[in-house]
């Protein structure tokens, strides 16, 4: 997400050095690469000049700290507009009126409005919200059918809806069966169109009439680019929004449309769509997006889906058991590997670290296979093996490595690595996290 404009606001910092003051000479170029860095992330042209003259007008005539170079300070500045741009507070869902709460979805076909909503379901969910979901897509083949089966696994009831009823009827109907049956919240899922349409504006303005929706939510692809502007232009002008949801941020996707689309609606941007799992939706935090994008990492949501994501009493199982120094075996390696997985997989976390953390890993490595392949290779020993890996010689090995289709060498791989848990493990039974910290320095670059 958004890699390639990290990578040029970084070389900015590098480049920017030895003045005591930011001059409009001297941040010419830098001005021009951060230019450079928007424009190649699909970002509006409008908006690139807005944040341009912003930038140039907090900076020219700046003192530098001194405990800063200039191109820190130009970057502190940077931060600071990014911030304002995307909205500067975070704003979560105003349900804030007589049940049932109705959260309208609008934008185009493709864009992931369906996914959303029941990303959506899930979190009110666990907010203890008794949520109903309700499709009005009467076009798309299979989209009614979509949301029942995603209400089903997620166990959130589902209206019922055929093509054969209008989507006004749906929904009036959607939103009295949810008034009768005591839902705190009623998740409209509209229609969309390969394109903006006058029939499909027509439909959303009487379907949103009827139902006086509290939130509407504009659901954009963030990969479309320049094209997620002029359609959140049309939304924007046809619905009196309430909020933004961006989608797929975790595509291959230059990202601009997360720095467009609040200047253009000039309504907060919610939630941020990561993947396709029901959990792949977040809060979304402009500072620290902007953080993000600078290179400077989220620790705080590294935090928040650590907490989330972890099953918290094989988490304090574990910790007594270092703490007690017992050995850490080939199991507790393994239940390791599962609890990041249920944070979303490694790639999900070093995104969120600083970037001379998150370039830890190896260019082009792909740590979601790396893991699924040292899993497979534990569930190859036999129980006895993982509780005593001093058992793994020669001939175990060949066996482990044919069972989960590797290469002995790759055994021998995840066992040094294995060793090196076991001893930073012992560590912190005798020294604390301290002294842990201080043996992976020479692991992780920058640490």
Do not use: W
């Not at 959990?279 to 979304?284: A, H, N, R, T």
């Amino acid at each position: 997400m958004l890699e390639n404009l990290t990578q040029r606001l970084s070389s900015v910092v590098r480049n920017l050095r030895g003045q005591a003051r930011l001059t409009e000479s001297n941040i010419q170029d830098a001005l021009r690469e951060v230019r450079i860095a928007l424009l190649e992330a699909d970002v509006a042209l409008p908006v690139i000049k807005d944040f341009i003259q912003a930038i140039k007008d907090q900076a020219v005539g700046k003192e530098v700290h001194q405990n800063l170079n200039p191109g820190q300070a130009l970057i502190g500045i940077v931060h600071d507009e990014l911030t304002r741009l995307m909205g500067e507070h975070t704003s979560g869902l105003n349900l804030a009126t007589t049940p049932p709460a109705v959260i309208l979805m609008a934008g185009l076909q493709g864009s992931g409005k369906t996914t959303t909503s029941g990303k959506l379901a899930r979190i009110l969910k666990a907010e203890r919200k008794k949520v109903l979901l309700v499709s009005c897509d009467i076009y798309r083949p299979a989209a009614i059918e979509q949301l029942r089966i995603l209400g089903e696994r997620l166990e959130v009831e589902v209206f019922p809806s055929t093509p054969e009823q209008s989507p006004l009827e749906i929904a009036s109907a959607a939103r009295n069966f949810a008034l009768t049956h005591y839902h705190d919240v009623l998740i409209v899922d509209t229609a969309g169109r390969l394109a903006i349409d006058e029939a499909m504006m027509s439909e959303i303005k009487g379907i949103h009439a009827a139902i006086n929706p509290i939130e509407t939510l504009f659901v954009v692809d963030a990969m479309q680019g320049q094209d997620a502007i002029n359609v959140a232009r049309a939304f924007s002008d046809a619905l009196p929004l309430t909020g933004v949801v961006l989608t797929k941020l975790d595509g291959d996707s230059r990202g601009g449309a997360a720095l467009s689309v609040r200047h253009i609606t000039g309504k907060p941007i919610k939630f941020v769509g990561v993947g396709e799992k029901v959990d792949g939706l977040e809060s979304f935090h402009p500072e620290r997006m902007a953080s993000r994008i600078l290179g400077m990492g989220d620790v705080l949501s590294l935090i928040e889906q650590a907490q989330k994501g972890v099953d918290h009493e094989e988490a304090e199982k574990f910790a007594k058991k270092v703490k007690s120094g017992k050995d850490f075996d080939l199991e507790d390696f393994k239940m390791q590997l599962l609890q990041m997985k249920r944070m979303g997989g490694i790639s999900s976390m070093m995104e969120k670290l600083p970037g001379q953390l998150s370039g830890a890993l190896p260019a082009g490595a792909d740590p979601e296979k790396a893991m699924a392949r040292i899993e497979g290779i534990i569930n190859s020993m036999t129980p006895a093996e993982r509780r005593k890996p001093d058992l793994l010689k020669a001939s175990r090995k060949r066996r482990i490595a044919a069972g989960s289709g590797v290469q002995v060498q790759e055994v021998n791989r995840m066992l040094n690595q294995f060793e090196q848990m076991q001893k930073m493990m012992k560590m912190m039974a005798k020294g604390g996290m301290a002294k842990m910290m201080r043996s992976m320095k020479g692991l992780i670059p920058g640490m």
